[in-house]
């Protein structure tokens, strides 16, 4: 009777597999193309944005430590899991989690809604960084001075803030005093939106044969942008002032939870951990490639880019800071001169006058020996002051770092090549993104990937016809509450799931099995421990962290108020911290569905012998790319094979 129910539920696997997933999968030309889409994901924006601000605010060199330490502990062994997993089941997250755990088939879902989530707000930030760079070509820039009204009239807001604030605000976004206030369509947001789900929806038209094309330039020109302004940056006035307090050590760090958080939340993101396209893309690999080396070389490039577009951003910064600091003395120096209060014999010998050509050391020389003896609160142009002020996300890429390439010479030609890095780094993000959405349910639903092409368009149509909604005067604010909650917390949730199954149910041991099958030799045995213990505590200590930190503090966000041209933090309305739960909710109702509906299915089957794990088996090195993973069940009935590792 054993024997007949084992073979009945063989059976029925084999035929839902036949039915639901397509029995052929395409793969990667070269091992290059696999590295460009890779590495493409998992450095994005936020390697640019975000760890620069992270690694100033907390402790220079010390957070650098701390990073790398969390990047080796956690971040590259859940990388690893996940390379592993993909590799081995040649399916997309959905199929992956189904087949090791069939109850927790809701994770894939749940990460193909995050993905949807972030592909949503993403592509936004392309759509400004295509409306930057189509005014790039354009000199001066039209964000170097104020515009005017009236007969020699500067526009007010403009005059109390900066001209780039006013251009961002003002010119892009047009946007409102807060969330509550939506305004009109912002029609030139809108057709930038479009140019950029028009480039996402032709770079993934054929899968990953027509999105690897994209990336050999998506990919590797950011590194060139970053290495021409790094090597322009060093040779700018402050830059050097400002890398050294960049990375200026400051060990008490360690002591705040807070710093551990953001961190382990960097690290988290920067590998692009729970979104399901690591998965989707290492799916696409021969069972023999060594996906623990690839762990690691990936996680290295991350970590690597991060450190270099730090120094650039600092150093492009310093030179901002130094070039205020300079321009402020320059003008109140002026002032005493006319006035005829500046001694004859303290006169400087640099052309006041000009303040782009007075050098930081020949000013700090100058005001050495005379800057105390004149009125006016001349400064010394200490940069410190001017650099702790942390910028991030929107406020560095689109305010502070496009304040800094205006007053570079040739100003247009750094523009347009900084806002063209931004839109490539984006797009390899967004090609992971949306292959973490389609190969899942290519792969899950048959008709979809008989369709897939089609499938490819009509995702694109509503991401764009959803999208709307961040182009109102009031979108800036909804991709804010986007990109700070509705993926955070659902994708640790997720990863927290993929980790207890796969170390826990499935079984850590079994697990570094099948990976010796895989590669010929066995990963070390710290993996298992990493896996079942450390990597599981600490992203339940992420996951608890942010939710306490989510309840006690009151989320807030960053608004423009006109009238007084400035940023203020103000807390969400009611009606958006439910928006806000409503997201949370939808991202991860998939795994209690997902859980709910098995165990319906195994009830109304009758089948009460379901609690182990989903077992499958790796292919056979003659399969290749011709045939997805299937049971140990179904394998042992068609070649008599069931202990073939």
Request: charge should be negative; glycine fraction near 8%.
């Amino acid at each position: 009777m054993e024997k007949q129910l084992a073979e009945a539920e063989a059976n029925h696997r084999e035929n839902h597999q036949s039915a639901s997933e397509p029995t052929a999968r395409a793969g990667w030309n070269s091992k290059i193309e696999y590295f460009l889409a890779q590495v493409g994901f998992s450095v994005g924006l936020g390697n640019v944005w975000r760890f620069p601000y992270y690694c100033h605010q907390n402790g220079g060199g010390s957070f650098l430590l701390l990073y790398v330490v969390m990047m080796l502990v956690v971040g590259t062994p859940l990388f690893f899991l996940e390379l592993a997993a993909g590799q081995a089941i040649r399916q997309g997250s959905i199929g992956v989690w189904k087949y090791i755990s069939p109850r927790l088939v809701g994770i894939g879902y749940s990460s193909c809604v995050v993905c949807f989530f972030v592909a949503l707000y993403y592509n936004v930030i392309l759509a400004w960084s295509l409306f930057y760079l189509g005014n790039s070509f354009q000199s001066p820039l039209p964000w170097t001075k104020c515009p005017e009204q009236g007969h020699n009239l500067t526009v007010t807001e403009c005059e109390a803030s900066s001209p780039t604030s006013y251009f961002w605000y003002r010119k892009a976004l047009d946007i409102t005093d807060s969330i509550s206030e939506t305004g009109t369509f912002n029609p030139y947001i809108i057709g930038c939106l479009l140019a950029a789900w028009t480039l996402v929806c032709l770079g993934m038209i054929k899968g990953i044969k027509s999105s690897v094309k994209v990336m050999y330039f998506s990919s590797i020109f950011p590194y060139v942008v970053l290495f021409c302004f790094l090597v322009r940056g060093f040779l700018l006035d402050g830059a050097l002032e400002g890398i050294t307090h960049m990375f200026y050590p400051k060990l008490e760090i360690w002591a705040d939870i807070q710093v551990w958080r953001q961190a382990a939340t960097q690290v988290f993101f920067a590998l692009g951990l729970g979104f399901g396209s690591i998965i989707a893309y290492s799916s696409y690999n021969p069972k023999n490639n060594n996906c623990h080396r690839d762990a690691f070389t990936v996680s290295l490039i991350n970590f690597l880019t991060s450190v270099l577009a730090t120094l650039v951003v600092f150093a492009v910064l310093g030179f901002r800071a130094a070039s205020e600091c300079i321009e402020s003395n320059m003008k109140l120096l002026s002032e005493q001169i006319r006035s005829g209060s500046v001694d004859p014999n303290m006169m400087p010998s640099f052309d006041y006058s000009e303040p782009r050509s007075v050098t930081l050391e020949s000013y700090r020389s100058w005001f050495k020996q005379h800057g105390e003896h004149i009125a006016g609160n001349l400064t010394g142009c200490s940069l410190e002051k001017e650099m702790q002020k942390g910028v991030e996300g929107t406020g560095l890429a689109f305010i502070a770092f496009t304040e800094a390439i205006s007053l570079l010479p040739g100003s247009p030609f750094w523009s347009a090549l900084f806002f063209l890095m931004l839109l490539n780094l984006g797009l390899s993000t967004m090609f992971g993104t949306m292959e973490g959405i389609l190969a899942p349910l290519t792969d899950r639903f048959k008709t979809l990937a008989n369709n897939k092409t089609k499938f490819t368009i009509f995702s694109c149509v509503i991401g764009f016809l959803i999208g709307l909604l961040f182009t109102q005067r009031c979108g800036n604010y909804f991709v804010m509450m986007f990109d700070d909650y509705s993926a955070t917390l659902p994708l640790i949730i997720v990863v927290v799931f993929e980790t207890f199954s796969v170390s826990w149910l499935y079984g850590a041991d079994r697990f570094l099995d099948d990976i010796e099958g895989m590669l010929g030799w066995r990963p070390n045995v710290i993996y298992k421990y990493l896996w079942k213990y450390i990597c599981l505590l600490a992203m339940l200590a992420l996951l608890v962290a942010t939710s306490v930190r989510m309840c006690i503090e009151r989320p807030t966000y960053l608004a423009w108020t006109q009238e007084t041209a400035s940023e203020m933090k103000v807390p969400y309305p009611d009606w958006a911290l439910a928006v806000l739960a409503l997201l949370i909710i939808f991202a991860m109702l998939p795994v209690p569905v997902g859980l709910i509906y098995t165990l319906l299915q195994d009830r109304m089957r009758g089948h009460l012998d379901d609690t182990k794990p989903g077992q499958y088996s790796i292919v056979n090195t003659e399969d290749r790319f011709e045939t997805p993973m299937t049971e140990l069940s179904g394998v042992s009935q068609r070649n008599g094979d069931a202990s073939s590792y």
